[in-house]
């Protein structure tokens, strides 16, 4: 998710540049009517819509950077388990309070353009979108964009595998049903999943995703719970 969320970045800033006219450049005038209307959207497209890409990946980074610090000093820096745990305690309110401010300026967004005006910028702005929106501690925010995401995960615009996980899981936490069985928890030594919807057809939509099937996973997990 870095590395994309960087690549993208890296896009973005290199089309983050002062507007010049197509029709003034050297090649113009030997350009075909066609080439020149597409210069044109081009120019049109990118003026409208820079702004708005540029400030959704810095949100982006405001969110996810607390993460790349630690991560950081947790490879460089010595220390024992208990130390990390401490650590990792003491540094949560840099999380919650990025994942705070990214939700406010995202929903700030969304309210300004609602959904339909950020998926006009494009399918990289959207995946940058739901990366936000999947590590924010808003649960009711997150809910209401499930049916925002889940086309551009059917696309494969954004990992199909990642949502399906984040939809069980904010769908498991509202106390509604699950669609990819991802979402549990151990009993009595058994990882048992939350409830699904249409289970019958839980394995199709598993295998569509790229996931082992669902006794599968709860073999794997009951190992897991096994060592609780």
Wanted: with cysteine; glycine share 6%.
């Amino acid at each position: 998710m870095l590395k994309k969320f960087l690549t993208s970045t890296f896009l973005i800033g290199a089309l983050a540049v002062s507007s010049v006219s197509m029709a003034s450049t050297a090649h113009a005038q030997d350009a075909s009517a066609n080439a020149r209307y597409l210069a044109g959207e081009f120019e049109r497209r990118h003026d409208a819509n820079v702004e708005l890409a540029a400030d959704i990946a810095r949100i982006a980074m405001v969110a996810e950077y607390p993460g790349i610090v630690v991560s950081d000093i947790m490879m460089s820096e010595q220390m024992t388990m208990e130390d990390r745990e401490q650590f990792l305690e003491l540094v949560d309110p840099f999380f919650a309070f990025a994942a705070a401010q990214a939700a406010t300026e995202l929903k700030a967004h969304v309210d300004r353009v609602g959904w339909d005006g950020i998926a006009e910028v494009g399918p990289v702005t959207m995946s940058i979108a739901f990366d936000i929106v999947s590590n924010l501690r808003d649960l009711d925010f997150q809910r209401s964009t499930l049916s925002v995401f889940e086309p551009y995960a059917e696309r494969e615009d954004i990992n199909a595998y990642v949502f399906a996980m984040f939809y069980d899981d904010v769908m498991a936490a509202n106390g509604e049903a699950q669609k990819w069985g991802t979402a549990g928890q151990c009993e009595n030594g058994q990882w048992v999943p939350a409830t699904i919807q249409d289970r019958a057809n839980v394995d199709a939509r598993r295998e569509a995703v790229g996931m082992m099937t669902l006794a599968e996973s709860i073999e794997v997990e009951n190992q897991y719970c096994g060592t609780e």
